[in-house]
């Protein structure tokens, strides 16, 4: 936009219904208030910063007078969507009363070429921690068609953007326009306009979830991208509740048992249903037997083989290697003769795990022989499953998400597990995470051995198109997580001496997206979110994973394509009883200082008050609650933050 440009100008008046205190309204009794509104704007020329883009960038100026409504006269009763939102928006953040102004700069993304949306609120978690830009105004909605405007009518300008944001005048804590458009340019980079008018599709979900707040992202997800969802899960599930059916297509109550006849049961029961373009799961008991009724019923589905592989631990170190000496026993007197053989020589500490599971259950680290004997044998007895043992890695744990289209990586990142009790020898310490910082803090060269080793193992097991979640560690890694000022985090080793090349080593392979609370962190932190691509990879839409799949423009101050630090901050239910709040998330935020309270993007705990909070069982953690802390300024703002709350947080409760 060029400052010299001739300003063009408009002025009209309109009315808008809301409620006695102010706050928009589209039906039943409200009062009338009349805008006299006058907006300048400068029509954008071409640049640099806009040349080769869909869309321009155009700020408006505006003025808005408020008046009593006496009469219709000269008022634009038809006046437009992109009008009448602008002035909802401004009305929802500012009540005007008659007698009233107000000032602001409005800034408008408008697409320069036809073409069709790719998803219902393309903008809005790309602008996740983003308040210091403005209010912002996503109006995408899937599969709309788009055509440029041509002439220069302020309604129609406001009816052919996709984003607004819009910033008061008076506002001092806003960024200047330069940080804005280089914002906005960064976070809107991605393909949102289709050449094609997506089609829509139904999609089968095996597994409802536990719970609905679970759930929930994942048909946000769905609906965004136009996707019915028909939900397959045991009869009497939570969500066949018909107050629950407005959250899926149709429900189809089936045997869940993980047992041989899964698949065919999976097969058989979508077969009966008919008009099904895909199958979908996420909880990992769930994968390998949807792949395998996938391929029966000719979906798109990734190798049943490489899924298989990827759900069994054993099978999976076989591929990757790496954490010798490695053994799978049935149990005790089985792992004993493997010792008494040489068969098995252990080298302390190690690993002892299920070789089959999730949410990091029965893992235990054994120091002595004594533990190692007593912790296959518990394991063993709790999962009902063989024990893998393998070495115990020393170095960061890493989580570490993968996309990709026919063997190419299209999006990566890594981000810090935090240390768990179980990393520091306590005794019946678990495994499970504690938090995760995103983006990683590892040196460059650590980052890309990451990259490079772990893409060649999903491509050895037989992965080409998905989403990827793998865990891993980096031996000899030139960093450490140690505590300074108060604060834990990955800090250079201080030892000069020369060590190994660092090296990669694998935990787990998981051929689905991480557990919510990280979709959710790595769409604020990249933009991208994985749900989605989830989906549209189990519908085999190729073309649209590709549109969506494009992180932001990368930031000189945070590495690889982050424009934001983010901390998940995980709590256990670790006491039983009941719960003895309603909003234990809200309570918490309101002992922050506003500041910090800023800086909270998501929170959520999955208990209410009443809720029954079972007793904690050895070797399972029940997942309790988790913040998220989102800052583009420095990481140390979020590791603070998260400190006060790992410090202050807990889930109140009652004895039963």
Known sequence: MSDDAALLHA?????????????????????????????????????????????????????????????????????SNGTRELLTIVQSVTPLIPGTSWYGRVLVVVPTRSGYLARTKCFQERFTGCTDLGVLHDRTVIGERLNPIHGQDFHALLDSCV?????????????????????VHARINFQW???????????????????????????ISATALGIKLVVLDRPGHWISDPSMQRLYQDFIPIDMTADDGFDVRIATAVKAYGNVDGLCAIATSCLAP???????????????????????????????????????????????????????????????????????MHVYKADTEAELLDEVRRTGEASGKKVLIEAYVDGPEL??????????????????????????GIIDGDFWENSNV???????????????????????????TGVFHLEARVQDSSMAFSEKGGLVDLHSRSSTTRKPAPRCVLIEVNPRPPGFPCVLATAGTYGVNMYDLHL??????????????????????????????????????????????????????????????????????????GHRIPEPKPGIVLFGAFFIVTSRRNRHDVLRVSRVLQQEFFIPITPV
């Not at 570490?400 to 520091?424: Q, T």
Request: glycine share 6%; with cysteine.
């Open 193 to 219: 306009l289709l050449n094609d008018k997506p089609k829509q599709k139904t999609l089968a979900l095996i597994d409802g979830h536990l719970n609905l707040e679970s759930y929930l992202p994942l048909y």
């Open 536 to 609: 549209l990879s189990s519908l085999g839409e190729h073309d649209w994973l590709r549109a969506l799949a494009r992180p932001f423009e990368p930031k000189t101050a945070i590495p690889n394509h982050a424009r934001a630090w983010s901390q998940i901050v995980f709590f256990k239910a670790d006491k039983g009883g009941r719960c003895a709040s309603d909003n234990v998330c809200g309570e918490m935020l309101q002992r922050l200082s506003p500041d910090d309270r800023a800086l909270v993007t998501h929170s959520l705990c999955f208990f209410r008050h």
């Open 163 to 183: 984003l607004m944001l819009v910033r008061p005048g008076n506002h001092s804590h806003l960024s200047d326009g330069a940080t804005v458009i280089e914002e």
């Open 438 to 464: 995103l983006p990683s803090k590892l040196p460059a060269d650590e980052y890309a051995v990451v990259s490079q080793e772990l893409h060649w193992l999903l491509l050895q097991i037989g992965f080409r």
């Open 290 to 360: 949807v792949a395998r009724a996938a391929a029966m019923l000719g979906l798109p589905t990734e190798s049943p083989d490489a899924v298989a592989c990827a759900n069994n631990k054993y099978q999976t170190r076989l591929v990757a290697g790496g954490a010798a000496p490695t053994a799978l026993v049935t149990d005790v007197p089985d792992l004993k003769n493997r010792m008494a053989e040489k068969a098995f020589v252990p080298q302390y500490p190690l690993i002892v795990k299920p070789s089959m599971g999730a949410g990091s």
């Open 11 to 79: 002025s009209f008046l309109a009315k808008l219904r809301h409620d006695t205190d102010g706050r928009p309204m589209e039906k039943g009794i409200a009062l009338k208030t009349a805008f006299e509104v006058r907006c300048s704007w400068s029509p954008v020329v071409d640049s640099p910063q806009t040349r080769g883009n869909n869309y321009v960038l155009i700020f408006v100026d505006v003025n808005i007078n408020v008046q009593s409504l006496v009469g219709d006269d000269g008022i634009e009763n038809e006046q």
């Open 399 to 424: 989580d570490v998400n993968f996309v990709l289209l026919d063997g190419e990586v299209i999006f990566f990142e890594i981000s810090d597990d935090f240390p768990s009790p179980g990393d520091h």
